[in-house]
């Protein structure tokens, strides 16, 4: 018996076909679907950052006019001249409270016998504290430093140094300049000069 096929058409198994087929179209289905929903979120974010830069620019030009218009209602001079008056008021201030007894006592104390101040120029500086300008009169140099180490020593004078215009006098006398930096908070109150004695054989009345 002789057994043909008489098919034109091979034979297929497109029951395997067509879910492979259907597979594929349902992952490209979800594919696009994500896609789909990340570029309605992104535009979205797009749209909102594009609206809030928006924003901030306006606010950002509001506040630059603002600021050119107070700019443009200050008056400098008066600002200054008002700085300068504060300035004043202050040092007048420093200067009332500046005590030159207290001075003079730190300097009965600790000049040397050949040593005399023969003037004392303060300048009150807000950052610095009291500036000394101190002009004085010595034998020689050896005295002139001695002061110095004596100022230094009760902790009210710092930064002390003599200038270059040192010079000797008509009667041999050195006359030189110190300057230093007065801070009296910084040390104790230095004790009142003792009395001048009694001439002896007399009683005090």
Excluded: C, H
Excluded at 77 to 99: G, H
Excluded at 134 to 163: H, P, S, W, Y
């Amino acid at each position: 018996m002789i057994r043909t096929n008489l098919s034109t058409r091979p034979f297929y198994n497109e029951r395997t076909v067509r879910i492979w087929l259907g597979a594929l179209a349902a992952v490209t289905i979800v594919i696009t679907a994500i896609n789909v929903t990340s570029l309605l979120r992104f535009s979205r974010t797009d749209t909102q950052l594009g609206a809030q830069a928006v924003r901030d620019e306006a606010r950002a030009t509001e506040v630059r006019e603002r600021a050119a218009q107070m700019r443009a209602t200050v008056d400098v001079k008066q600002v200054q001249s008002a700085s300068e008056e504060a300035r004043l008021a202050n040092e007048l201030i420093d200067r009332r409270t500046f005590s030159w007894t207290e001075l003079f006592n730190r300097f009965e104390s600790t000049m040397p016998d050949d040593v005399r101040i023969t003037a004392v120029r303060p300048k009150i500086d807000v950052a610095a504290g009291t500036l000394l300008t101190i002009n004085v009169v010595a034998k020689d140099t050896d005295e002139v430093a001695q002061f110095m180490e004596n100022l230094e020593a009760t902790g009210a004078f710092k930064d002390l140094r003599g200038t270059s215009e040192e010079r000797f006098n008509e009667q041999g006398q050195l006359e030189a300049t110190i300057e230093t930096r007065y801070t009296p908070a910084t040390a104790a109150t230095p004790p009142a000069p003792s009395p001048a004695p009694t001439a002896t054989g007399g009683t005090a009345q």
